[in-house]
């Protein structure tokens, strides 16, 4: 922190002002993709020795019964297996880094092309999940703090708390039961028709809100309790003592220093996000990542299994990094390194 | 989290567990997640001996009625009287969530504290350890490891454990960290006592209250995805009940009936409930505590 | 009353605790007048910040004004509502806090913060932001424009109380409240914002409440003084009649502490016995007296403030050494 005796001009001081800014900016970024490249890596390497440390013979793991002498040579010959065990690591890196997940084992297709038809699906769910979660859970939060211990507040408080916990599937099997099995508001099944964005739409509420409930109750704990340390903060009151009106203090003083830790949550939540969609797609019967995971493991397609964890994985760790990133925009004291 | 010294007891807690039932009772919600926990957890010891009927003994004549005064929750597709299996699967549920959790606790407070209180080096390596087991989304994780050694009580349980093993490595570890900055660490130190004196004797005991409070609020998610992966077939094999195939029976017969659905997913909200109120209330009573009481 | 730009009368203030009401304040009565500077001197728990944030309207949720008015410039703040007070906080009424850490906003830059209070102004974008670039260089912020771009946390403790002394006077105040602004600098800080401050004083003729603990800038900043504890005014005056002649006698063992007036050299500073009584529990009578080095049996009961000089009065029993009958 500079002290007192920088009073003393530096020249250079007014127009490397911006540039450090930015360096820092981009320094830290680049940084937190190194770091994540690296979890991906660890991460890859784990999931592959475990398909090796599986007591048995790998190919006959992986393919199943289902294995016919062809499969198996190719098979054997793509993992290298008569190769050392660093370079069947080495191998398995280039090929997924060039976009080789391996084929199918009934149809011959390539895993990549199977598994990233799937995705937009689900990432789909997930995205308006997510914005329901926190457009509701900011609002309620940031109401429960302003109306710290009114009625309303105590009401939000335990409906959070009880809420939060549900597993995401049994609110998917009961919001089907009743609102689309009995009450039949919504549809049962599927995603709706391609094409149609209105269907497809509609489609999505009764699973994003499914998901996205138990989030809300985590949201706006998060965030009342965020807004009311805040609020109590020493600059709160300056900006209180200098007249400025309320809703200045609430939304544009306050608010946006306690959604901060919003950002990183939903950034780290996408894990559970992605866990509580592959319920909700089998439950409303979405076509996506969960759903061909599924599949595939009940036909023994393993290939496309290991692929979509593989994928899953992928998109949990972008999306930490994401925001991660996210953060040090909103917050400049973070870019500064220790 | 900062601590004084003042406030840490650098002995064994006293019967600290007379002083957190009070609390509790005081706690309206917190008394209520006590008294599900307590039915929940005595359900499930005494299970074999409460059931109605046999779970698994199948009734193809009784099948698929409604609730009634013989069976309170109505029978299934194949006449089991699903009130049973309801209480078996609690048994169950504990079955997997117990040695779970334990085993999550003991890997994380070891590895947690080795990392707060071990060398830079050593702790580098095992948070970057956390980072990558928890950059796997935790259900297609266990998928995974479930497509390749095939469904069971015993894969669920290790799949979950290790999972969770870096939730509760990092509070340890947190924890830790900020202990060993403390004064009287430092005293202890300066008096000779050896690393493993200091790990058990003053760091431990501080370390329990936030682990009890963590493991009660992911109880509920164990149980959840221990049901979760039973539903989608993947969990425990049949006939042995699970909450999570009620559930899945009940969806296959979504249109015929809905008291499996009703059935299999109360007792999930109710653990929820409760272990989520008690652990807010065991979290009330340990943070305090923590950080001497009257801030904030 | 003429020239008297804050008046504040019986003014008694309490916390609910769960223990009980914790009376911070008790019949507090001072005044501020016209282009004075006023000091308020006491320890920690005298009520000093809970008398400036009764004066402010942002006292904690738990706070009760039981009795009393602030009249400022005739009117009672205390009946004002919220759209009142917002009229007159940053306008007619300026504060500078005590902590500078903890003053601004971490994530809006100072720029920004300093154009916001300036939202009643009808002036132009870029005429505020010169506005505050003009303030700061006042200051003494050197490259106040670009700074203007900076974060709080990218200046240090002595530099962000100066920004916060820029803001309270971008407005021109009548009544600039400062709470202990130089306690969180050192003594070459201090001495600059102290000749700042009466400069200012000159300048835009507003009339400062300044608080401190350090008697020495009180006695060369302030023209009156008032002594608190404990939540009561015990003394009040022309400054120089309360520090040359002290009448009560924790006034008089506050000069005897302070390290300025220490002649010779020792190691062992002098200290008042005692700690502050239990605000929630008060003991009646005199609330000074258990530590009082001058007690009788009369100072259980309260004293009266008794006129010393002209120009300064103490609430003791004792007046020049002698009972008071």
């Keep these: 922190m500079p002290k007192d005796s920088d009073l003393v001009r530096c020249p250079s001081f007014n127009q490397s002002l911006t540039l450090r800014n930015a360096t820092r900016m981009i320094s830290y970024i680049i940084k937190r993709l190194g770091l994540a490249a690296l979890i991906t890596v660890l991460a890859v390497s784990l999931l592959f020795l475990i398909i090796h440390l599986i007591p048995g013979d790998p190919v006959s793991t992986m393919l199943g019964p289902r294995a016919t002498p062809e499969l198996r040579a190719a098979l054997e010959a793509r993992m290298g297996l008569d190769k050392p065990l660093p370079i069947q690591i080495l191998m398995f890196f280039s090929n997924m880094l060039q976009g080789d997940l391996g084929t199918d084992v009934f149809s011959g297709r390539a895993v990549t092309d199977i598994v990233f038809g799937q995705v937009p699906y689900t990432l789909v769910l997930i995205l308006v999940s997510i914005f329901w979660a926190a457009t509701l859970g900011i609002a309620l939060g940031c109401y429960s703090a302003v109306n710290r211990n009114s009625l309303g507040d105590r009401l939000a408080g335990i409906l959070s708390v009880s809420v939060i916990a549900v597993p995401a599937f049994v609110v998917s099997l009961y919001s089907l039961l009743i609102f689309a099995v009995y009450l039949k508001w919504f549809p049962a099944i599927g995603a709706g028709e391609p094409g149609d964005w209105g269907d497809q739409l509609w489609h999505l509420v009764l699973p994003s809100l499914a998901i996205g ?95 979509s964890v593989l994928f899953s994985t992928l998109i949990f760790v972008a999306s930490t990094t994401l925001a991660d990133i996210i953060n040090a925009i909103l917050d400049p004291r973070t870019r500064t390194t220790k | ?247 899945n029976d009940g969806y296959n017969l979504i249109r015929n009936t809905p008291w499996l659905i009703i059935a299999g997913g109360i007792p999930l909200i109710l653990t929820t409930l409760g272990f989520t109120f008690l652990g807010e209330a065991l979290r009330d009573v340990v943070d305090p505590k923590l950080r001497g009481r009257g801030s904030k | 009353m003429a020239g008297v730009i804050l008046d504040v009368r019986n003014l008694s203030v309490s916390y609910d605790t769960p223990r009980g009401p914790l009376k911070a304040l008790r019949n507090i009565s001072m005044q501020v007048p016209e282009k004075k500077i006023v000091g ?15 004066i402010i309207q942002l006292m904690a949720p738990n706070a009760n004004v039981t009795s009393g008015e602030v009249l400022f410039k005739d009117n009672d703040l205390l009946n004002h509502d919220l759209k009142q007070m917002q009229a007159l906080l940053g306008v007619e009424i300026s504060m500078v806090f005590q902590d500078p850490m903890q003053t601004h906003n971490p994530v809006l830059t100072v720029g920004r913060q300093m154009i916001d209070i300036q939202y009643r102004d009808k002036l132009s974008y870029s005429e505020k932001r010169q506005r505050a670039a003009d303030m700061l260089a006042l200051v003494g912020i050197p490259d106040a424009e670009a700074r203007l771009n900076q974060y709080p946390f990218e200046f240090s403790g002595g530099m962000r109380q100066r920004i916060a002394i820029a803001m309270a006077l971008m407005a021109k105040p009548s009544l600039l409240i400062a709470d202990e602004p130089t306690t969180a600098l050192d003594a070459t800080l201090e001495v600059q914002i102290i000749k700042r401050l009466r400069e200012l004083r000159d300048e835009i003729d507003c009339s400062i409440l300044f608080i401190s603990h350090h008697l020495g800038v009180i006695a060369e900043l302030c023209d009156e003084v008032v002594v608190m504890y404990a939540g009561e005014v015990v003394e009040a005056g022309n400054v120089r009649d309360v520090f040359h002649a002290p009448s009560h006698p924790y006034t008089k063992a506050l000069l005897e502490c302070d390290p300025g007036h220490i002649k010779e050299k020792t190691r062992n500073l002098p200290t008042i016995p005692g700690e502050i009584p239990d605000l929630v529990e008060l003991p009646e009578g005199c609330v000074f007296a258990e530590r009082c080095s001058k007690i009788h049996d009369a100072c259980s009961a309260r004293p009266e403030f008794q006129v010393v000089t002209e120009s300064h009065a103490a609430a003791c029993h004792l007046n020049n050494g002698e009972l008071v009958k």
């Design chain 1, 213 to 307: 409930l138990s989030w809300v109750g985590y949201i706006s704990r998060l965030v009342r309790a965020s807004m009311l340390e805040i609020l109590g903060e020493g600059h709160v009151r300056t900006a209180r003592a200098f007249g400025l009106p309320e809703s200045w203090v609430t939304y544009k003083y306050a608010l946006r220093l306690a959604i901060l830790p919003t950002v990183t949550v939903i950034g780290v939540g996408m894990g559970f996000l992605l866990s509580a969609a592959v319920f909700t797609e089998i439950v409303f019967s979405r076509p996506g990542l969960g759903k061909l995971v599924i599949d595939s493991i009940t036909t023994r397609n393993y290939p496309v299994v290991m692929g």
């Design chain 2, 1 to 247: 989290m900062a601590t004084s010294a003042k406030t840490i007891k650098p002995t064994k807690a006293r019967s600290e567990l007379g002083d957190i039932l009070h609390h509790l009772v005081r706690d309206p919600l917190g008394l209520v997640g006590l008294i599900i926990v307590s039915i929940i957890i005595l359900s499930a010891v005494f299970a074999p001996w409460i059931v109605p009927y046999d779970p698994i003994a199948l009734n193809i004549p009784d099948r698929m009625q409604g609730p009634s005064l013989a069976h309170l929750a109505g029978t299934d597709q194949l006449g089991r009287d699903t009130f049973s299996r309801v209480i078996m699967g609690g048994r169950v549920a504990l079955q997997v969530a117990l040695p779970t959790i334990g085993g999550a606790i003991f890997f994380g407070l070891v590895l947690g504290m080795i990392a707060g209180y071990g060398p830079k080096w050593l702790d580098n390596i095992i948070v970057l350890l956390f980072d990558t087991v928890r950059s796997f989304p935790t259900v297609m994780f266990a998928l995974a490891v479930v497509a390749l050694v095939g469904p069971s009580l015993n894969t669920v349980i290790f799949v979950i454990m290790v999972t969770s093993i870096p939730t509760y490595g990092r509070v340890v570890r947190t924890l830790t960290q900020s202990l060993r900055n403390s004064e009287f660490i430092d005293a202890e130190r300066s008096l000779g006592a050896s690393v493993f004196r200091i790990m058990t004797v003053h760091i431990l005991p501080n370390v329990l209250g936030p682990l009890a409070v963590l493991a009660a609020m992911d109880i509920p998610t164990v149980v959840g995805l221990e049901a979760g992966l039973s539903f989608l077939g993947m969990g425990v094999k049949p006939p042995t009940p699970s909450w999570g195939s009620l559930l």
């Design chain 3, 40 to 54: 308020i001197v006491g320890e920690s728990g005298c009520g000093k910040s809970t008398l400036i944030l009764a």
